[in-house]
């Protein structure tokens, strides 16, 4: 792990607004900072809040108060197109794993479209990225008919395992995932939750797991954040 963090936030607060008018604080003056290559585990009931923290250090939503550094810089003051060459860095992994692609779309083209989106200097070509692409699907144990597929014929381990897929072959340096395996049937939670844990060391990622369940997180992180 290096000295500076990949991802910080600093003094964090976020607060919400119900409809009847009355405000809901989920956390303040929150602080934490992951290092590279740490699985770090995010614990809470439900409505704590451990989804907003982790929309907030992906900037996906803001904080009212506090600030977010990526790799030491204050994402507040990057240019869109400084966050725009970042964003394939720092990816999230869904809860609904059906709810991550497109369902009128066929996963080829899920995929291809992702390439086309967020090209990157780990490929040399797009042939290098189909390349990769299958031989992840190929350590996944996920078929190659699949890729003729819509979203909507496959199951929930099969769109987990491309999500986590998709999030990957970027090698991104951080990346949430979000209760990725409370939908899962039982038979392919551990599976998935180790893959996550195997390719976040393989690649050296920094990864955010948010899960209810304590014997997971105990099992595949360094270190668990409980929100109160």
Not at 33 to 60: A, F, P
Not at 64 to 90: A, C, M, Q, Y
Not at 157 to 186: H, K, N
Request: proline fraction near 4%.
């Amino acid at each position: 792990m290096g000295n500076i963090p990949v991802v910080e936030g600093q003094h964090l607060s976020k607060i919400f607004t119900r409809k009847n008018n009355t405000r809901v604080t989920l956390f303040s003056n929150l602080s934490l900072s992951l290092y590279r290559g740490e699985i770090v585990g995010l614990w809470g009931l439900s409505g704590k809040g451990k989804t907003t923290l982790g929309n907030l250090l992906l900037d996906i939503i803001s904080p009212d108060e506090g600030n977010v550094l990526w790799k030491g810089e204050n994402i507040s003051t990057l240019s869109h197109k400084e966050k725009k060459r970042l964003r394939p860095l720092f990816q999230k992994i869904h809860q609904d794993p059906g709810s991550s692609f497109p369902s009128h779309l066929k996963m080829q083209t899920v995929f291809r479209d992702f390439y086309k989106w967020g090209k990157h200097a780990v490929f040399s070509s797009e042939q290098h990225w189909w390349d990769s692409l299958h031989e992840g699907m190929k350590k996944a144990s996920l078929s190659e008919k699949l890729l003729d597929r819509y979203p909507c014929q496959l199951s929930g381990g099969e769109l987990q395992r491309f999500a986590l897929l998709r999030a990957m072959l970027f090698s991104p340096l951080f990346l949430v995932a979000d209760e990725p395996t409370s939908r899962l049937d039982p038979s392919v939670q551990a599976k998935v939750a180790h893959m996550i844990a195997e390719d976040a060391y393989k690649r050296n990622v920094t990864i955010l797991f948010i899960s209810h369940d304590k014997a997971l997180l105990r099992a595949i992180c360094s270190r668990i954040i409980h929100l109160e």
